[in-house]
């Protein structure tokens, strides 16, 4: 099983109140299903958080977390949270994209207009999702990852073109793979 690097784990990043954080402390005590935002205006993000929200008590009784990383600053990651409930979910900012970066995360105008990309836009719009201004890099594309308390790394996916999301279940089911592995090397924990 893959692990993430030690280098990503040490990516400096920014709560909503603009404090510095470690990257790893999203996994430190619990498998955590990292959520990449491209920023906190995009109605496609808000759309992806939006259904992963109501499987949080899932994720939780599974034994993880979910926490969002987005390029921009607090006030858009606190409006982010506030605009889609989720006040209960860890945010942080990666303005410099490092760990984007260093999880292979694509960025460029073409992921953009990808045909596939306009078609994700107007499901997002018509299923109810608004576009709040560009608050980060729009050049920038998302992706999840679910990493166990070990740092194994269960779960990949980066979204080819602006509006790919893995399936809910799919993330769900990461989470728990990611909390049987951390049992598996922790017995008794």
Same mark, same amino acid.
């Given at each position: 099983?893959?692990?993430?690097?030690?280098?990503?784990?040490?990516?400096?990043?920014?709560?909503?109140?603009?404090?510095?954080?470690?990257? @790893? &402390?999203?996994? !430190? $005590?619990?498998?955590?299903? /990292?959520?990449?935002? +491209?920023?906190? =205006?995009?109605? %496609?993000? @808000? &759309?992806?958080? !939006? $259904?992963?929200?109501?499987? /949080?008590?899932?994720? +939780?009784?599974? =034994?993880?977390? %979910?926490?969002?990383?987005?390029?921009?600053?607090?006030?858009?990651?606190?409006?982010?949270?506030?605009?889609? =409930?989720?006040?209960?979910?860890?945010?942080?900012?990666?303005?410099?994209?490092?760990?984007?970066?260093?999880?292979?995360?694509?960025?460029?105008?073409?992921?953009?207009?990808?045909?596939?990309?306009?078609?994700?836009?107007?499901?997002?719009?018509?299923?109810?999702?608004?576009?709040?201004?560009?608050?980060?890099?729009?050049?920038?594309?998302?992706?999840?990852?679910?990493?166990?308390?070990?740092?194994?790394?269960?779960?990949?996916?980066?979204?080819?073109?602006?509006?790919?999301?893995?399936?809910?279940?799919?993330?769900?089911?990461?989470?728990?793979?990611?909390?049987?592995?951390?049992?598996?090397?922790?017995?008794?924990?």
């Amino acid at each position: 099983m893959d692990r993430v690097s030690t280098e990503f784990g040490h990516v400096e990043v920014l709560d909503v109140e603009g404090r510095p954080h470690r990257l @790893r &402390e999203a996994w !430190a $005590e619990r498998a955590c299903a /990292l959520v990449f935002v +491209r920023h906190f =205006g995009c109605l %496609l993000c @808000r &759309e992806q958080v !939006a $259904e992963l929200r109501p499987h /949080l008590q899932e994720i +939780r009784a599974a =034994g993880g977390d %979910l926490v969002v990383v987005g390029t921009g600053g607090p006030n858009y990651a606190k409006a982010f949270q506030k605009d889609l =409930g989720i006040l209960d979910v860890e945010l942080y900012i990666d303005s410099e994209r490092r760990a984007y970066d260093l999880a292979g995360f694509r960025r460029g105008v073409t992921a953009l207009i990808h045909p596939r990309a306009v078609w994700n836009y107007l499901r997002a719009f018509f299923g109810g999702h608004k576009y709040k201004g560009m608050q980060g890099d729009a050049l920038q594309q998302g992706g999840v990852l679910v990493v166990a308390v070990d740092g194994a790394l269960v779960f990949r996916f980066a979204s080819k073109v602006s509006g790919d999301h893995p399936e809910v279940e799919r993330v769900v089911a990461a989470v728990k793979e990611a909390t049987r592995v951390a049992e598996l090397l922790n017995p008794g924990h």
